[in-house]
């Protein structure tokens, strides 16, 4: 977006000269006679106006004042609060001063030798930081989550998270069965939960993983379907998680480490909706919806006869897979503020962008997992408020890669000045005055 600059002033030869110095430094240049046209053009687009001059008084050919251009700050600023409007004026005097100063003005340059050297120093100062606003405005919205990421309570910005979420909001309202396929640290059990919450269920979460279990061991059969005392069993009574999920959901993860005796009963469950405790006769009921999450080894099982076809296209009603952080690394950025953000509780960590390019460049086998235990670690053990390239290996175990190396192209003054001079802009709301006073400089 190009910054406009507009000029009030019923004076042609103010006009003239602004038209001279201004065009020089800014593309759009609007003249206007009276604040009123001024203002019904400023409405068109506030959002491009860099800076307003205007003068102090405007008067009818009879040389009347009929409007103070005092009167009008209020309303540029209504329109976009960033606008910098500035009296330019001949009148010196101390209640034209006390208007002006009443009415926030920005600054106050008095016409006279030096006055067209003060419009284009505060032009520049105006461009330069409508130039900052933008680009600062530009990086949020580039870090921006869209809403069924959000809605899923992950992070990212890419095209194929974005799909699966979409597909995980649309399978949330109904009651079939949800298999989630991904890596390790792709985000299955936070997909399983923004399912549950989307779905409305009034029962609870409840989730269990399945590969913490032997084959042999019967302690998982115990765990999802309970166990009852009988004249065969010398085991306590316990309720089961298909009980406890009771119009709620069990998310099952790791599935394809589940035993066959459990996958036979699970199905049955599947099927009816019915179940035995193991030790009891008793057929008992539950509304528990499941939902399973797995790796790419599910259907290796399935040619190989360790997971049960039937089962697999039971559970496989809705199959949702996430990608992996290698095939959307364009989320790493996004991902990188969210964890420093969370990490970093109320320090305000900024990261430069060879240290992004250095995260793309790596071969992330943990996934999003393996990224936030990298920035939780640089959180802990860098003081610093801008994370290089240099703290990210003294944090990680990266492979260094023969073929790029990464440099940081400012050095480490370059950059600490960069971020001082970011910080003291933001303390100052924007004021070049005020964020020089904090620096120290003029």
């Known amino acids: 977006m190009k910054p406009r600059v507009i000029v009030i002033d019923d004076d042609k030869i103010t006009e003239d000269i602004c038209a001279e110095f201004l065009e020089e430094i800014s593309e759009s240049v609007d003249f206007f006679n009276n604040p009123v046209d001024a203002l019904k053009s400023a409405k068109l687009n506030p959002f491009n106006i860099a800076i307003v001059f205007m003068d102090h008084n405007f008067k009818n050919k009879s040389g009347d004042i009929v409007a103070y251009g005092s009167d009008y700050i209020s309303d540029f600023k209504k329109l976009n609060d960033t606008i910098k409007v500035i009296m330019i004026s001949g009148d010196k005097s101390d209640e034209t001063l006390r208007k002006w100063f009443i009415a926030k003005a920005d600054n106050c340059i008095f016409k006279g030798d030096d006055c067209w050297s003060k419009v284009v120093e505060s032009s520049r100062d105006a461009l330069r930081e409508f130039e900052i ?55 299955k059990e936070l997909s399983a939960k923004g399912v549950h919450k989307l779905s409305e269920r009034k029962g609870k979460f409840m989730e269990i993983n399945c590969g913490q279990y032997n084959n042999n061991d019967t302690t998982l059969e115990a765990e999802l379907f309970g166990t009852e005392k009988g004249k065969f069993t010398d085991v306590s009574n316990t309720i089961g998680l298909i009980e406890a999920a009771n119009e709620g959901t069990l998310f099952l993860d790791e599935i394809h480490n589940m035993p066959m005796r459990v996958q036979q009963k699970l199905l049955r469950f599947l099927e009816d909706r019915s179940y035995r405790k193991s030790g009891s006769t008793d057929i008992k009921k539950s509304t528990a919806r499941i939902v399973c999450a797995g790796n790419s080894k599910l259907k290796d099982l ?24 290698n095939s959307r690394k364009e989320d790493i950025e996004v991902l990188a503020y969210h964890f420093l953000k969370k990490f970093g509780e109320d320090r305000e960590i900024l990261i430069s962008e060879n240290a992004i390019k250095f995260l793309k460049n790596q071969d992330w086998k943990g996934n999003v997992r393996d990224l936030a235990n990298i920035l939780a670690r640089v959180t802990t053990l860098v003081s610093e408020d801008l994370i290089t390239v240099e703290h990210l290996k003294e944090c990680g175990d990266f492979e260094e890669k023969p073929f790029e190396k990464f440099h940081e192209l400012e050095s480490r003054h370059e950059l600490e000045k960069k971020l001082l001079i970011i910080k003291s802009w933001e303390l100052s709301n924007g004021s070049r005055t005020k964020g020089g006073d904090l620096l120290g400089i003029s």
């Open 302 to 325: 399935v040619s190989s006869g360790d997971f049960m076809p039937d089962l697999y296209y039971r559970i496989n009603r809705i199959c949702v897979e996430l990608p992996d952080l």
């Open 133 to 187: 606003r933008e680009n600062l405005s530009k990086r949020r919205s580039k870090l921006l989550v869209p809403e069924p990421i959000k809605l899923m309570n992950m992070v990212g910005r890419s095209m194929e998270l974005e799909k699966a979420c979409d597909m995980l909001i649309k399978a949330a309202p109904t009651k079939h069965t949800v298999l989630i396929l991904g890596e390790t640290g792709t985000g």
